[in-house]
Structure formats: structure tokens, C-alpha cells
């Protein structure tokens, strides 16, 4: 039975949220209460740090696409792939490219529990070392059987699933509240460089080696960054012991500021919350563009290389200098909107909340209308659609 103090269940999440957000901007840009700001030598290190992390996670993602993918290239003259090897049919290849989001999508919720128990940064390197060693082991597999490559890529899926969960809570540790978009986009574009850099790389790879090679080096790569992650980063400035001492405290006292706030909302149970949330549009709309936003990337970045060679008609040599493109504009549009979200916050230009709404507008709208377009332009047009289009994509890390 509920006590007396205990919230109703008509509890509104979207108010409390913004009434939080208002009091939290307030206090951090009122002038009396000022924390005197402190370069970001140490913060932006991690960040680069878990964004560099984030960039051979996508080399895991984008190699099997590349490695697999041979009923259209086989026939002008490339190395064998592992479709023209095996006999895959088009319908097992996107069986094994699909494997993968099995696993992710099956661990993002227990990905949370993970995070609260153990830390960000031990399941960040578990993740990547668990990742790797499925990738490494994708070619053995392959060769024994089509069920065995399918189960690899499912594994890898499933070590994949915490690496943006536990990668958004280091910026959490380490972000004071008025920089978290800038952090957050730079960490999340490690996702959009590694796109850009894997294609050409997985596709030189097996060029000049095979389709096995991809797997070794992205595999290799994952062991690497995970060590050199797990010797020089830190899950927080607090248990850090390579930051300044005035770096520490700016960003804990930045933190303490917004924390005070929020002391009110301590008192809402876990199970009001949470049904608060079923019940919140705004938590239905986020998620819906949230699919909306991850469906048209994962489909251009899985797609886009047979689009142009079968219906735009461009050579595979065209098509290698041609895919990346879109990722290397995301990348900057990415890294970009997350200092001019900051800015428009800190500015006071507008409120959090329009700021988020206007990222979330820019990411959405624009990529849709340039999508449907460059089915009714001609090539060379199209082409400049479809870079303009995933770059748009980059404004959506600063609209969560």
C-alpha cells in the first residue's frame, strides 16, 4: 500500500523532466554561483579515448557485409567472398548480416544492469573483448557451417549490446552538464568514422588478401584498443589518477550543482517511473524516431554498396570511393552539432528542450525528403542525395 508521501500514479514524467532541466540550466548559468570552467585536457581525452573504441566496433559491424557480399562482384573479376565461396544464397546472406542485430538487440536491457553492478568501463572492454573474439573466430566457423557463421555473428551482437549503453554513461561520469552534447556526439561519431574508414579498408582487404583477412584485423584491432583502453582510461574523474586535481573538481562541483536539483525527484519509486513512462507520448515519440533513425542507417549502411552498383550501375571501384562518403559527413555533422547544441544551451538562446527538438527535426526531416528523392533524380544527382542525407543523420546524438 502506498504511504500518504508517496506520488500519485498520474505521476507525469514529461513534467518533472522539464521542470528538472529548467532548474538545472538556471542554476548552472547563474552568475553568483559560477563554477570557474577548467580546460578539458583529461574529459576530452576519455571521450576521444571511448569514441576510438567505438570506431572498431563498427569495423566488427561493416566486415561481414563486405566480406560476404559476392553474387554481383564475382562476376567482374573480384576475389572470391564468402557467398562465391560457400554457394550462399542472397537469402543467407542477409540471414548472417542480420544475425548480428539478434544478439544486440536482446542484450541493450541487460546491458543496464551490467553498467549499474560492475561500471561503464569494465563492460565497455568485456564487450569489445568478447566482440573480437567471435569475429576472430567468424572464418572457422563459416568453413564448418552456414549455422555456425550465423551463431558467430550472434555472439558478436550480444557483445556489441553494451558498448553505446556503457559508452553514453562514461560521458555521464565524465561531461559537466553543460558540455554532454558536445562529448556525446564526439563519442558516438567514433561510430560514423569507423563506417567511413572500414569500407574502404575491408574492401582493399580482401582485394589484396581474402575475406578471412577482414575478420583477422577487425578481430585483432578489438583486442588491442580493449587493452589500451582498459590500461589508460577510467569509469570516473573521481577514481582517475591521471587527471589534474582542478580538472576533478570542476567537473564534480559542476555535477554537485545540477544534483542538488534533482534531489526532489529521488523520492519517486522505480515501478511509478517506469509506468509513467509506458504511459508518456513523448517516450513513445523518442522511440519511434529512435527506430526510424536507426532503420534507414543500418539499411544504407548494410545496402548501399549493392544500390550502386545494380540499380545506379557505378563500377566497384567507383563504389569504393563512393560509400564512404555519407559517413565521413556524418562524422562531422555529428561532431559539429554537438558544440552547436552546447552553444545555443549555454547562450541561452534557447531552452534545452527546443534545442533537443530542433537536432531531433534537423536529423529526421531532411534525411527523409532527400531519401525519397534520390529515387526520382538522375545518378550524379542522387548520389549527392544520398551523402547529403546520411550526414543530416548526424544531428540526432544531440536530440537524446
Not at 577482414?214 to 577510467?234: C, D, E, H
Not at 517506469?274 to 504511459?279: E, F, P, Q
Request: aromatic content about 10%; charged content about 15%; hydrophobic content about 50%.
Amino acid at each position: 500500500t502506498a504511504s500518504a508521501s508517496s506520488p500519485p500514479l498520474s505521476y507525469n514524467l514529461s513534467s518533472l523532466r522539464q521542470e528538472l532541466e529548467a532548474d538545472d540550466l538556471s542554476t548552472l548559468l547563474s552568475g553568483n554561483e559560477a563554477v570557474a570552467e577548467v580546460p578539458p585536457r583529461r574529459r576530452q581525452e576519455i571521450c576521444w579515448m571511448t569514441s576510438a573504441c567505438l570506431v572498431v566496433v563498427y569495423v566488427q559491424r561493416v566486415a561481414p557485409a563486405v566480406a560476404a557480399e559476392g553474387s554481383s562482384s564475382a562476376s567482374i573479376g573480384l576475389p572470391a567472398t564468402m557467398m562465391s565461396e560457400f554457394g550462399w544464397t542472397s537469402l543467407e546472406q542477409g540471414i548472417l548480416l542480420g544475425a548480428f542485430f539478434t544478439g544486440y538487440m536482446v542484450c541493450q536491457l541487460p546491458s543496464s544492469a551490467m553498467i549499474q553492478r560492475w561500471g561503464a568501463k569494465p563492460v565497455l572492454v568485456a564487450g569489445l573483448l568478447w566482440s573480437s573474439l567471435f569475429s576472430l573466430l567468424t572464418p572457422l566457423a563459416a568453413e564448418r557451417s552456414f549455422p555456425l557463421a550465423v551463431a558467430c555473428r550472434v555472439m558478436v551482437g550480444l557483445g556489441q549490446g553494451p558498448e553505446f549503453p556503457a559508452s553514453s554513461q562514461i560521458v555521464r561520469n565524465w561531461a559537466p552538464p553543460l558540455e554532454t552534447s558536445r562529448w556525446i556526439s564526439i563519442v558516438c561519431s567514433g561510430g560514423y568514422f569507423g563506417a567511413f574508414v572500414s569500407l574502404p579498408v575491408c574492401a582493399a582487404l580482401l582485394e589484396r588478401c581474402s575475406w578471412r583477412s577482414i575478420f583477422y584485423v577487425a578481430g585483432s584491432l578489438g583486442f588491442l584498443f580493449a587493452a589500451w583502453y582498459a590500461q589508460l582510461a577510467a569509469e570516473s574523474p573521481e577514481v582517475d589518477d591521471r587527471i589534474s586535481p582542478e580538472e576533478c573538481e570542476f567537473i564534480v562541483a559542476s555535477k554537485a550543482k545540477v544534483s542538488v536539483t534533482r534531489e526532489e525527484s529521488q523520492d519517486v519509486s522505480t515501478s511509478v517511473v517506469l509506468r509513467a513512462m509506458l504511459k508518456s507520448p513523448a517516450v513513445w515519440a523518442q522511440l519511434v524516431a529512435s527506430f526510424g533513425n536507426n532503420l534507414g542507417f543500418y539499411m544504407l549502411l548494410g545496402e548501399m554498396p549493392t544500390f550502386l552498383h545494380t540499380v545506379l550501375g557505378f563500377s566497384q571501384e567507383t563504389i569504393d570511393l563512393l560509400a564512404p562518403l555519407p559517413y565521413a559527413l556524418m562524422w562531422l555533422v555529428t561532431v559539429g552539432a554537438g558544440y552547436l547544441a552546447d552553444w545555443l544551451v549555454r547562450s541561452q538562446t534557447f531552452e534545452l528542450l527546443t534545442v533537443r527538438k530542433f537536432c531531433l527535426v534537423m536529423a529526421e526531416l531532411p534525411t527523409a525528403c532527400l531519401l525519397l528523392g534520390s529515387a526520382y533524380v538522375p545518378c550524379s544527382l542522387a548520389i549527392t542525395f544520398l551523402v547529403l542525407a546520411v550526414g543530416c543523420n548526424g544531428f540526432y546524438n544531440c536530440s537524446l
